[in-house]
T-cell receptor
Framework: DAGVTQSPTHLIKTRGQQVTLRCSPK?????VSWYQQALGQGPQFIFQ???????QRGNFPDRFSGHQFPNYSSELNVNALLLGDSALYLC????????????FGPGTRLLVL | GQNIDQPTEMTATEGAIVQINCTYQ??????LFWYQQHAGEAPTFLSY??LDGLEEKGRFSSFLSRSKGYSYLLLKELQMKDSASYLCAVLDSNYQLIWGAGTKLIIKP
C-alpha cells in the first residue's frame, strides 16, 4: 500500500498564475481533505471531498477550488496566485467520518514569486 | 472565534519525560487529536481522545478534560528521534479540524 501520494513534490510559480495539485488517497479511503500549512504554523483546513462533492469548506477564497474523481483521487486548484499562497499543501485521506483513520500525504511545497 | 493554544517550544533531555499542554476554545467538540510532524514531513497520527481521561499507547499517552478545554500529550523515555513538532487539533461541531500552531520539542543528549 503506497499510502497517500501527492504530486508534484515541489512547485515554483509567479504571481497571477494558476496551479493544480494532485492527490491519490490511501487504498480503502473514500474521503479527501486538503490543508494549507504555512511555515511554522499548524495546517489550515481548505476543504473536504466525499462522493465527488465538496462536503466541507474552511475559510478560503473562491480562488481555491477542487475536484474529486470516481477513483477517489482529488485535485486542488488555485487561481490568481498571491505571494501569501506560498505554503506546504497537504492532502489527507480517510474512511468516511472515521477521523482517526486520517492519513497524510507528504505534501506539495508551493513557492510563489 | 476558535482558538487552540500550545507552547511554541519545549526542551527536554533524552530518557526523561515531557508533557505538552493544549487548551482549546472551539465551536463544539467531536474529538481531539495529537499529531507528530518532523521537519519537512507530513503529520503522523499519534492519538485521538473523545472522552475524558487518559489514553496510553506505548511511550505516548494523551489526556483530555472536556470541561476544562484541556489536553496534554505525555512522552516517556524520550529518544532523540522524538525531536519534532507536536500538533494539537480539535474536530469542531462542523467536523472540521482546527489546528494549533504546534509545539517544537527539542531533545538534548
Amino acid at each position: 500500500d503506497a499510502g497517500v501520494t501527492q504530486s508534484p513534490t515541489h512547485l515554483i510559480k509567479t504571481r497571477g498564475q494558476q496551479v493544480t495539485l494532485r492527490c491519490s488517497p490511501k487504498s480503502g479511503h473514500d474521503t479527501v481533505s486538503w490543508y494549507q500549512q504555512a511555515l511554522g504554523q499548524g495546517p489550515q483546513f481548505i476543504f473536504q471531498y466525499y462522493e465527488e462533492e465538496e462536503r466541507q469548506r474552511g475559510n478560503f477564497p473562491d480562488r481555491f477550488s477542487g475536484h474529486q474523481f470516481p477513483n477517489y483521487s482529488s485535485e486542488l486548484n488555485v487561481n490568481a496566485l498571491l505571494l501569501g499562497d506560498s505554503a506546504l499543501y497537504l492532502c489527507a485521506s480517510s474512511k468516511n467520518r472515521e477521523w482517526e483513520t486520517q492519513y497524510f500525504g507528504p505534501g506539495t511545497r508551493l513557492l510563489v514569486l | 472565534g476558535q482558538n487552540i493554544d500550545q507552547p511554541t517550544e519545549m526542551t527536554a533531555t533524552e530518557g526523561a519525560i515531557v508533557q505538552i499542554n493544549c487548551t482549546y476554545q472551539t465551536s463544539g467538540f467531536n474529538g481531539l487529536f495529537w499529531y507528530q510532524q518532523h521537519a519537512g514531513e507530513a503529520p503522523t497520527f499519534l492519538s485521538y481522545n473523545v472522552l475524558d481521561g487518559l489514553e496510553e499507547k506505548g511511550r505516548f499517552s494523551s489526556f483530555l478534560s472536556r470541561s476544562k478545554g484541556y489536553s496534554y500529550l505525555l512522552l516517556k523515555e524520550l529518544q532523540m528521534k522524538d525531536s519534532a513538532s507536536y500538533l494539537c487539533a480539535v474536530l469542531d461541531s462542523n467536523y472540521q479540524l482546527i489546528w494549533g500552531a504546534g509545539t517544537k520539542l527539542i531533545i538534548k543528549p
